[in-house]
């Protein structure tokens, strides 16, 4: 080895980390070669003065201060899972009995939110036209020409039982069970003898597609309504025939004369003689054809709102509303000379197909039926 | 390395660790088994600790949190190495990161070498020189304990860490190897130039060795 190896190797000499052959090596150049004697030596004198360097002390609340940190630690992890989960008599039921609220909670949010069909007015009105027609009006014991009060007719009606006779359905249709109210047809028969409500009508809803317990639950309901319902129909039917049934008496009463003037234009109204300008017996019943607006809009279902509001504050009627996932259908009742303003209205709303000037009724009033 | 001779004390001998009951019931959840082994282990990490960093408040902190990681940690400590030695890997690793820490702290400080390492609670006064020497001797002696202090500060991290386990504080070669993850030629260099270093600082500082 030559005089720099050595050299290096004079540190690991002092520790005694050398081999047997590399000591030999060392101790035989440094007897030789006083340089290295030399840094031997400092280097000795330089690990005495490290090894003399003293210790320092710990502090004395070093112990304290680790144990009380590693203690704080080591209860906060059992602290947490103790409180989580013990005491197990107490808080083990707790918490089956949170999460079974928990479940009952989600069932109920997962069947209140899911779509569904309320039954409203719609079953009502379904409920009326599904209803037997209307008994013929007990023959009035009031004199011609006088007409009864509205609460004679009435009285009978209401010292009916309240349960009804069940509505009318379709021979073969099944039976709902459990006393459900069963379902109304999609066409009901009316009796031609009475003349439609006022009150505007709805498209009937799919039957199948409604749940069973909707129809339990508004059973009572429903039932009361379309006695109602019946009642007012039944009272109006009985007036309307009295009033026919007295003029009749009067005209057989008064013979040809009374049927003179009646044709010459004087004398009751043609409504009641059914003489006038040979429009039928019932003039009430004739009506030009309703004239059909159809209504282009972005969005159908905004729509509905501008649109019943234009009708309303054109002076329209709405008549019927049907009002389905693929088009929309408003039966309107309007007087002839407010048309063109319900036109320009809905013109505002969207595009508009310009109908033909539509033919007005006796009454002055036309028939629309704006689809969109 | 198995034909080296080490400086060794019988309670260093490989594959024995008289820390092996404690660190066991310490392992069940006995905290009385740490603390007994916090009192036996904190003086030699906390000295550790103050010649590398060479700060006594930082040392403190350094060994707080170097028996603190290991009581974390203990899960990943397998036996393979003597638990003395586990810690003072935890140590020295805890160390260096303080000193790299004050050394970007201090970076736009101006150098002073009077003051950088003499602290209120750290330094001479924690030094307990033999009562036989004299006055002028301990005087002499504390000098000399500073200067020293101040030529291991002025070496570099890998020969600091070298120097202090192996001449302050008599670790085996195959110890430092096992704490600072190097070859045994790596720690023999590492100790050759860094007592060549001090050696020269010293001369220079105090003249003759």
Known sequence: MEHKEIRQMLSSYLDNAVSHAERSEIEKHLSVCENCRTALADLERTLAHLKSLPEVEPPPWLTAKIVAQVRDEAEQKQGFWRRLFLPIPVKLPLEVLALLCLCVTGYYLAHTTAPQMKLTDISREARKEAAPPLAPAQPSPAVPGRLPPASRSTAPAEKKPAVLPPPVSPPNAAEPQGGYASPPPTKAPIDPTVSPAPSPRYRVPEIASRPEAEWAMSEKEAMQRAEAQREALQREASQREEVVKAAREESKTYGVRMKKKASSGAGYPSEVTGASQGRGAAPSEYRPEPVEITLRVDDPAAAVGSIEEAVTRSGGRIVRRTYGETGRLLSVQLEARKYAELIERLERIGTLRKPPLPDAGEDGKVDLLIRW | ?209
């Open chain 2, 1 to 209: 390395m198995a034909g080296l001779s080490y400086n060794m004390s019988d309670d260093r001998q490989p594959g024995f660790d008289d820390d092996a009951e404690l660190v066991a019931s310490w392992r069940h959840g006995e905290i009385a088994a740490f603390e007994a082994l916090v009192r036996k282990h904190q003086k030699r990490m906390l000295n550790i600790a103050f010649r590398i960093t060479g700060d006594y408040e930082d040392a403190c902190e350094v060994a707080q949190d170097a028996f603190v990681a290991a009581f974390r940690g203990i899960g990943s400590f397998r036996g393979a190495a003597r638990f003395s030695t586990w810690l003072t890997s935890i140590t020295v690793n805890l160390s260096r990161n303080r000193l790299q820490q004050v050394q970007a702290k201090r970076q736009n400080e101006a150098y002073s070498l009077d003051c950088q390492f003499v602290g209120e609670e750290c330094g001479p006064a924690h030094e307990q020189p033999s009562p036989a020497l004299s006055a002028l001797e301990r005087v002499e002696r504390l000098d000399l304990h500073e200067k020293l202090q101040d030529c291991i500060a002025a070496l570099a991290a890998e020969f600091r860490e070298a120097i202090v386990l192996r001449d302050l504080q008599d670790f085996s070669y195959d110890e430092i190897c096992m704490v600072l993850k190097v070859r045994a030629g790596t720690v023999k260099s590492r100790l050759f130039r860094a007592r060549e270093m001090v050696k020269d600082c010293l001369k220079r500082a105090v003249g003759v060795l």
